[in-house]
Structures are given as C-alpha cells and as structure tokens.
C-alpha cells in the first residue's frame, strides 16, 4: 500500500510540470531545444508535442517501471531507505529540467551543465549514502555485500568532488564522472566477499 501511494504521488509529480508546459505552449518553438553540451550549445531537438507531452509519459513509465522493479528486487519487504531515496531520483529531475528547458526555450538564460551535475552530484551523495542499507534480491551474493560499502564511499565522496567541481572548468566535472565510474567497476572487481 505505501509503495502505490508513493507511485501515486511521484507520478503527479512528474507529470504536473504539463500544467506549465501546456499553459506555454503557444510560445514554444515548435523544434525545442532539449540536450546540451558542456557550453551549454543545444546540440539535440525534440518536437513541442511530444517534450510538452510525450516525455512526461514516457518519465511515468520509466517511474512504474523502476517502482516494479524494486518491489520485486524486495520481495515483499519493507523498502529499504536506499530503495526510497531511488524511487524519487526521476521525479526530481523531471520537476527541475522539464521547466528549465521550456525556460530557455522561451529566451531565458539557464545554465543547463552546472544544473545537471548539481542535480547528479546530489543523486551521488544521496545514494552513497543509503546504499549500504540496500539488501534486495542479491543478498546472498557475498561479494555484492562487500562491494556495497566501498561503493557507496566512492559515490558519496565523489559526488562532494562533483558538486564542487562546478565552480571549476565543465572538463573537470567530466573527468571527475569518468573516475567515479572506473572507481565503482574497480571497487567491484577487487572486493572482499562479505562473510
């Protein structure tokens, strides 16, 4: 019950930017720009219709996917906190970026690089920080239990790195993305089963 009562609500809230969306629509190109460089260039377009309204939905479906499959990985099991923290990653960045971008679309000035890696960096440290408590389906996988602390140090002190690093040149928050990557799939390879 309370994991259909939080889709309920993540799900409102992912869609309730429309509100805005709709209320612009007039005023939107009809080719908006939706994907940025690290200069903040647009280099990928979306149709008004289907950004307005199509992204949305599909947000939705990508939110109940994501929902199933946590409750399946919990088996019927109280949500770990990790799972919570999870489960409103897309609705945060859905009620952030969907109006940043009709905002610049409208001729407002927004700088999308330092948004998004403030909004991941954030997902990081969160995530690293909640990831121990997770059990899930893997459990019994010794080695997975290993990882999970490690991992979890990796995201949480990279993602500080992450948020700092937006003061700095953009190449920095990408080298900083690739290293927090590599050190998860290193951390992964050499951990101790968890006995």
Known sequence: MKTIKQLIISGLIILAPMIYGVSVYSEL???????????????????????????????LLVQILCTYTMV??????????????????????????????ILYNLGNEIDFWRLTVTIVSLVFIITGNYLPTFNGERKQDKRW???????????????????????????LSVVLIAAIIIGIFAVMLIAKPHK
Do not use: C
Request: no cysteine.
């Open 29 to 59: 190109p009809t080719k908006m720009a939706t994907h940025f460089g690290i200069d903040n260039t647009p280099n990928g377009f979306m149709s008004r219709s289907f950004f307005i309204f199509g992204l949305p939905l599909l947000m």
């Open 72 to 101: 399946y990985a919990a088996k019927n099991k109280p949500a770990s906190r990790f799972q919570e923290v999870v489960a409103w990653v897309i609705p945060v960045f859905t009620v952030i970026l969907y109006p940043a971008t």
């Open 145 to 171: 239990r290993g990882a999970q602390f490690p991992v979890g140090r990796v995201l949480f002190y990279g993602g500080i790195l992450l948020l700092i690093s937006i003061f700095f040149n953009p190449i």
